[in-house]
Structures are given as structure tokens and as C-alpha cells.
């Protein structure tokens, strides 16, 4: 009897210590990424689709070869400045999220709301469509060689793109991770192939383009941050270590290293990869361009031209599957903090992965894909983004006076966040001022438009707005078998 009873004891101590096991699993990230992963991190995320769509748009706003490798090093350094200002930021306020909770310490919830709104409806999914359209187009171009393909035909290529991404994404986490770890690798090989070829024939004496580098310029105010709006979409994702900083093993010592190696190794493979394609192509020619590296392969690689597009269309369609992997984790801090409809942050019970919120951001990517193309996007998406960036860092400054206590393991000179913060404005009104276009006006509209769904779910909790929401939650619960993280199985 007392054997018994003992043996029921240790049983009973077992299952409480698997259960507290499983609650620290689920509640506490592990510390697992050390430096050489934040530099892979940094640079895997970086280089996507903007190396291989930007240099048109980049040199169509210069109109010369020098202006444009000048932007380009200056979004390098304009984006490992912007890091660093975040390094600050994500060692005195050590939480996941990325701008979430920096905007929330500095400015309180409604900034951070909005920041969190407009990354869901905004951000996030114009960079997905932005990526699947750029990937369509490199697809498409073999097949339409000295003309531009059918917009139908992009337009619907890149559709299916989302659908095969979301649909991998949302079956299986392993799933994803697999095909993330093939196509980075792909990416890395097309990026090799285009300096070292570029530099075989800048050494054989192809220096003709560099010559009068400067002559044609015509630079304006608004073409300048226009160009830079381009240049620093190819830098996007400059930040991405701000999103794990839970997970960063001695984030105080690896954090800026990661980033002043990671981005700067990413600043020289965007200026040798242009110079690679003007060592081949007169500006007149790369503009004409339907797809750059396709037609720089066609020169360089022939009759082995067709492995640019081939890895291209690799590199972009694992940027894109990049971008929908880290879906969940925006979503999540904002629903735990009850600023975002709960659902979205919800997991899927059979197949544990973010399902609502990656299904979410692909249809509002499709619905993004339909009116749009890869230019104004571009432009709406860096519009959005440069004014939260700007914003963010600008709370750096003020929490140098109004949160003196923090603790401040990394901290930069404060001239460089204002600066950071003068060229961020310089970025989001420059071109309303010079150059009007509907997209900005759009834009705000929508970034306003969550004010009104703050004050109604968030800050006052209208009974009747509460109605509204909670069937609608539990209706899809219920269809997508979900539930909240807390309470998904392991």
C-alpha cells in the first residue's frame, strides 16, 4: 500500500515537473543565436529581390553611373547608422517585437498601435507582393525575350507565388524552414556569379561605362529620395535582428557586431553587383532592361544565361517565404498587448504553425498585387516604413532625456540618431513635396484609419464594438481550428 501510494507520488512529481517543463517552453524564448548567425541573419534577409529590381530605379533617378553608386554606398551607410540606433534601442529594451515596444516605451500605446496596424495592413504585405512581383517578372522574361511580358501574366504568376507560399507556411514550420534554407543558399550562389564575373571583366578593361561617370546628372530634391527610397528597399531588413532580441546569446557584444559586419558586407556586394552590370551595360541599356541580371546573363553567361533567371527566381521566391515565416511574431506581441484581433495571433492546433496570420497576409498581398506595380509599391512601402523608422529613433532621443534610469549597455553618440532621424523626414516628405503622388495620400489615409479602430476595440472597449469582434473570433476559431499560443500543444 505504501509502495503504491509512493510510486503514485513520484508519478504526480513527474507529470508537474513535464507540465512546468512545457510552460517554460512555451512562455520563454531560448538564447540560441550567437554571432555568426546574427551576421547570416542580417545578410540572409537583406539580400532578396531589391538588388535584382532597384538598379533600374535607382540609376532612372540619377540618370548617371557615379550618382548611382554614391546612393547606393549611402543607403549602406544610411542603414548600418539606422542598425545601430536600433542596437541602443534593442539592448535597453530587451524585448521581441522589433518598433513595437520601442514606440510604446517612448510614446506610449497609440503610436505603437499604429505602428503595429500599419505593418499589418501596410508594411508586411506590400513586401510581400513587392518581392512575388519581382520574382514574376524574372520568371517571365525568358519567355518574352526583347519585350515586356503581359501584365495579366506577371500579375497572376505572382498571385500563385503567394498562394504556394502562404500554403507551405501554413502546413508546416519545418516545411518552410527547408525551403528557406535551399533558396538562401541559391541566393548566395547568383550573387558569387555576378561580381566575380563582373570582376573578370572589369580586370580584362571594361572600365568604358566609368568613364565621365558624372556627365548627364540631373538630380533634384524629390529624384534624390526617390532614388534613395529604391536603394533602401534592397536594404530592407536592416532591423531584423530587433526582432529576436530574446534569442540573441550576449545580445550587449553580439548585436553591433552583427550589424556593423552584416550590413556592411551587404553595402559591398550591392556596389560590386552594380558595377558588374555596368561593366557590360551602358546606363541607356540597363534602363531599356526588362530584368538586369537576366540581361547581364545573357551577355556574360551565354549559352548558360538561363541559370540567372533560374537562381533570381530562387533568391526572390526565398525572400518572399522569409518575410511570411516571420509573419506571426508582429502579430503576436501586439495581440498579447490586446492591440490586434486576437485570432491573428492564434495557432493552428493540427499543424502548430501561425496559420490566421499568415493566411491574413496573403490576401492583402494579392489585394495589393491587383492595382500595383513594383515601382509605386516600392514607393508606398518605403514611405510607410521611413516614417515609422524616423519615428522610432526619434524616441531614442527623447528617452535619452525622459528615461535617464534605463540601462544603457550599447550607446551610440546622439548625433547619429538625430541625424538618422533628420534624413528619415527629409525621406517622408521630400517626395510629397517635389513629386505628389496618390500612394503617399493613400498611405496616410490608411495609417489614419487605425485611430478609429484603436479608440473603438482598444482604448474604450465599446460594448457593442466588443460584440461585433468576439463571434467573429470565435466563428473562425472554430473554422480554422486555432487556438491561442498558451494553449497550443507541443
Not at 517565404?321 to 502579430?331: D, E, P, Y
Request: hydrophobic share 50%.
Amino acid at each position: 500500500m505504501e509502495e503504491t501510494s509512493l510510486r503514485n507520488r513520484r508519478e504526480d512529481e513527474r507529470s508537474i515537473q513535464s507540465i512546468q517543463s512545457k510552460e517554460h517552453k512555451t512562455t520563454s524564448l531560448q538564447k540560441e543565436v550567437g554571432l555568426l548567425s546574427g551576421i547570416c541573419i542580417i545578410v540572409g534577409t537583406i539580400i532578396g529581390s531589391g538588388i535584382f529590381i532597384s538598379p533600374k530605379s535607382v540609376l532612372s533617378n540619377t540618370n548617371a553611373v557615379g550618382p548611382c553608386l554614391i546612393i547606393w554606398a549611402a543607403c549602406g551607410v544610411l542603414a548600418t547608422l539606422g542598425a545601430l540606433c536600433f542596437a541602443e534601442l534593442g539592448t535597453m529594451i530587451t524585448k521581441s517585437g522589433g518598433e513595437y515596444p520601442y514606440l510604446m516605451e517612448a510614446f506610449g500605446p497609440i503610436p505603437a498601435y499604429l505602428f503595429s496596424w500599419t505593418s499589418l495592413f501596410v508594411i508586411k504585405p506590400t513586401s510581400f507582393a513587392i518581392i512575388c512581383l519581382s520574382f514574376s517578372e524574372y520568371v517571365c522574361a525568358p519567355f518574352y525575350s526583347g519585350c515586356k511580358p503581359p501584365e495579366v501574366v506577371v500579375k497572376c504568376l505572382a498571385a500563385a507565388a503567394i498562394l504556394l507560399i502562404t500554403t507551405v507556411n501554413s502546413l508546416s514550420v519545418r516545411l518552410g524552414s527547408y525551403v528557406q534554407n535551399v533558396f538562401t543558399a541559391a541566393k548566395l550562389v547568383i550573387v558569387a556569379v555576378i561580381i566575380i564575373s563582373g570582376l573578370v571583366l572589369l580586370a580584362q578593361g571594361n572600365t568604358r561605362n566609368f568613364e565621365n561617370s558624372f556627365e548627364g546628372a540631373q538630380l533634384s530634391v524629390g529624384a534624390i529620395s526617390l532614388a534613395f527610397y529604391n536603394g533602401l528597399w534592397a536594404y530592407d531588413g536592416w532591423n531584423q535582428l530587433n526582432y529576436i532580441t530574446e534569442e540573441l546569446r550576449n545580445p550587449f557584444r553580439n548585436l553591433p557586431l552583427a550589424i556593423i559586419i552584416g550590413i556592411p558586407l551587404v553595402t559591398g556586394c550591392y556596389i560590386l553587383m552594380n558595377v558588374s552590370y555596368f561593366t557590360v551595360m551602358t546606363p541607356t541599356e540597363l534602363l531599356q532592361s526588362q530584368a538586369v541580371a537576366v540581361t547581364f546573363g545573357d551577355r556574360v553567361l551565354y549559352p548558360a544565361s538561363w541559370v540567372v533567371p533560374l537562381f533570381v527566381g530562387f533568391s526572390t521566391i526565398g525572400a518572399a517565404n522569409g518575410t511570411c515565416f516571420t509573419a506571426g511574431r508582429l502579430v503576436y506581441v501586439a495581440g498579447r498587448e490586446g492591440h490586434m484581433l486576437k485570432v491573428l495571433s492564434y495557432i493552428s492546433v493540427k499543424r502548430l504553425t501561425p496559420a490566421p496570420a499568415i493566411i491574413f497576409y496573403g490576401i492583402i498581398a494579392t489585394i495589393y498585387i491587383i492595382p500595383g506595380d513594383i515601382n509605386s509599391l516600392v514607393n508606398y512601402f518605403s514611405f510607410a516604413a521611413w516614417l515609422f523608422y524616423g519615428l522610432t529613433i526619434l524616441g531614442l532621443v527623447v528617452m535619452r532625456f525622459t528615461k535617464k534610469d534605463l540601462e544603457r549597455p550599447i550607446k551610440v553618440p546622439i548625433v547619429i540618431p538625430i541625424l538618422v532621424t533628420i534624413v528619415s523626414a527629409f525621406l517622408v516628405v521630400a517626395p510629397i513635396i517635389s513629386e505628389p503622388a496618390l500612394e503617399y495620400l493613400y498611405c496616410v489615409l490608411f495609417i489614419l484609419s487605425g485611430l478609429i479602430f484603436y479608440f473603438l476595440f482598444v482604448h474604450y472597449k465599446f460594448g457593442w464594438a466588443q460584440r461585433i469582434s468576439k463571434p467573429v473570433t470565435m466563428q473562425l476559431q472554430m473554422l480554422m481550428e486555432v487556438v491561442p499560443p498558451e494553449e497550443a500543444p507541443e
